[in-house]
């Protein structure tokens, strides 16, 4: 199971960015997708998760900017940010819970898109 993300890059404050992590591989469905961030120097911390019914958490640092939505057919998870601010500069990784066919269930990463927002 690899999960691919994509769409990070460099913005002004303000504006707006959309992630895309899409999963493949040996995939029988998969429960809780979600996108986390990590800044320089610290740790890795929860920005956003739905689950597989469309049911969404946010972090209150993100709440009323950030909107994350799925696709399951396509096996895909988007992060739509909007007005971005320098503190969200980070790198954002993907997570999702896979059930493969085996069956065995597990936690998966994404490599993490770089984002930076300029003031």
């Known amino acids: 199971v690899q999960l691919q993300a994509s769409g990070g890059g460099l913005v002004q404050a303000g504006g707006s960015l959309r992630l895309s992590c899409a999963a493949s591989?040996?995939?029988?469905?998969?429960?809780?997708m979600g996108w986390y961030r990590q800044a320089p120097g610290e740790q890795r911390e929860l920005v956003a998760s739905?689950?597989?019914?469309?049911?969404?958490n946010y972090a209150d640092f993100v709440k009323d900017r950030f909107v994350i939505s799925r696709d399951n057919a396509k096996n895909t998870v988007y992060l739509q940010m909007n007005s971005l601010k320098p503190e969200d500069t980070g790198v954002y990784y993907c997570?999702?819970?896979?059930?493969?066919?085996?069956?065995?269930?597990?936690?998966?990463w994404g490599q993490g898109t770089q984002v930076t927002v300029s003031s």
């Open positions: 997570n999702a819970e896979v059930h493969t066919p085996l069956p065995t269930s597990a936690h998966y």
């Open positions: 591989g040996s995939i029988f469905s998969i429960n809780d």
């Open positions: 739905v689950s597989r019914g469309g049911s969404t």
